[in-house]
């Protein structure tokens, strides 16, 4: 996705708003009259699925219960920055009644898997619980938007938090730069300036991507500061993704069969994309060409013959009833980047999207059972062409990508009240990530041109950053 540099006045006369509410970020695509191009600018403003509910509780085994209890010695307190010498350990977490429900909602070697998402929806620090006890007033921690409050989509002051009613909610947007000083956090965000200021001890500095570290600038310079991340990757202190699906019930991985119907029904065409990066850094337009050699593929958009504007609702319905597979791929091959582009243009249409992008194991993490078909399950285009050619001739085979549907939902993340809940977090010690570079775009992270298989994954770490930490302990 490309960056769109918005105009102050009457700029807009020739752009045309476009709001995608399907998402779980507001996604404004900006249509430019002549040449059809859209932009993709995405802000965690979480107000799409309103009616999300949280009635669940995840079940832990016995197993899982223990192994929180006796593997402390384990805890990964992100970012790590706690080993010296070949006989060191973990810096010691106290072991507080609240041990379990804190070691969750942070990222750590026992739970590294989970982005923790449903687990920070829920918590309410020990602190505000003892100061509503007793009716002691709640600080409220400011938040400063170190780039303003453009393209974030919330109102200065408390009144974002109150109005999607954060569980905990003392907490205030600001982004005048001379309260910098002052401020409990400071939120960096893309293009992003080494701040000059007198920084508090206290003070949480907090990254926040959304674009691939291809398309982000360097973070040396902020080696050492960084206290938290908030990322799509799951391993961030904050996971922001494009969308959370969550099961009703985690043993259940289809729905009734009753309740099926043909997906494949009236539908006469096979592989639709909608692109306009025709210079991505993974080749994916050489694939979907290689591709097209073996089976029908439309690209629509400025890199094919196809004409159609996505975002407008005829597109949709004609990917939703012509087409049966559509390309899911990403403008990189990197670890956990799963977009829009699969949320939203594949699951949230009767398709089966094809991806490319983050590793297998990735979207098998974020992704409904048995919902996708990654390229890297194929030695060859030919070979994947073939696969897609045996679903387009048999229903059965081709709905069997659809029982997921009817399982679970996709859910409002609610970011802004995740980060004032941990912000008023006072048990975890203070931590900075000492290579946020490394971190960010380590080794492996991202793989450029190259496949997957190419590549060792480093479990259960996306980075080598986690792995020259805890070498001690693997």
Not at 123 to 147: A, G, H, M, Q
Not at 153 to 170: I, S, Y
Not at 271 to 281: L, Q, R
Not at 407 to 427: K, P, Q, Y
Request: hydrophobic residues 35%; positive net charge; contains cysteine.
């Amino acid at each position: 996705m490309r960056q769109l540099t918005r105009r102050n006045g009457t700029g807009f006369a020739t752009i045309c708003l476009i709001s995608m509410m399907a998402l779980n970020f507001y996604v404004n695509v900006w249509v430019h009259k002549d040449d059809s191009d859209f932009v993709l600018e995405l802000r965690p403003d979480h107000t799409s699925h309103k009616k999300s509910r949280f009635l669940w509780k995840l079940a832990e085994t016995d197993d899982e219960k223990s192994a929180l209890n006796t593997t402390m010695k384990n805890t990964l307190e992100s970012p790590l920055g706690v080993l010296s010498g070949p006989q060191a350990t973990y810096k010691k977490i106290p072991t507080s009644p609240t041990f379990e429900e804190v070691s969750n909602v942070w990222p750590s070697l026992v739970n590294y898997q989970d982005d923790r998402i449903l687990k920070q929806l829920e918590f309410i620090p020990e602190s505000v619980k003892n100061n509503k006890k007793y009716n002691r007033d709640i600080k409220t921690k400011t938040i400063l938007l170190f780039n303003g409050f453009r393209d974030w989509g919330v109102k200065p002051g408390r009144e974002t938090f109150l109005e999607q009613k954060c569980p905990v909610n003392n907490c205030e947007l600001v982004s005048n730069i001379k309260r910098a000083p002052e401020v409990d956090a400071v939120l960096f965000r893309q293009n992003v300036r080494f701040p000059i200021y007198p920084r508090p001890r206290d003070q949480i500095w907090m990254m926040y991507f959304l674009e691939s570290p291809y398309y982000t600038p360097s973070l040396k310079q902020f080696n050492g500061h960084i206290n938290w991340t908030a990322t799509y990757r799951h391993d961030s202190d904050i996971v922001a993704p494009y969308e959370k699906f969550v099961k009703y019930n985690t043993s259940v991985l289809h729905a009734r069969p009753h309740t099926m119907k043909n997906y494949a029904a009236g539908k006469t065409k096979k592989v639709a994309w909608f692109v306009s990066n025709c210079k991505a850094s993974n080749s994916r337009l050489e694939y979907a060409k290689e591709l097209s050699k073996h089976i029908d593929v439309d690209i629509f958009g400025r890199c094919g013959d196809k004409k159609c504007t996505r975002g407008k609702e005829e597109c949709s319905r004609m990917i939703h009833k012509e087409y049966k597979f559509y390309l899911a791929f990403e403008n990189s091959n990197c670890r956990d980047y799963v977009t829009e582009k699969f949320f939203y243009n594949g699951l949230q249409h009767d398709v089966i999207p094809i991806v490319m992008g983050a590793a297998p194991e990735d979207y098998r993490r974020v992704a409904p059972h048995y919902s996708f078909i990654h390229v890297d399950e194929h030695i060859s285009a030919k070979e994947l062409a073939q696969y897609l050619l045996e679903l387009d001739a048999d229903d059965d085979l081709y709905n069997a990508y659809f029982k997921w549907k009817g399982t679970g939902e996709f859910i409002n993340t609610f970011f802004w009240c995740r980060v004032c809940a941990m912000l008023h977090d006072t048990s975890r010690a203070p931590q900075s990530y000492h290579d946020i570079e490394e971190w960010w775009r380590g080794r492996d992270v991202c793989i450029g041109h190259d496949r997957w298989g190419q590549h060792i994954r480093r479990e259960p770490f996306i980075s080598d950053y986690y792995r020259k930490q805890t070498k001690t302990l693997i």
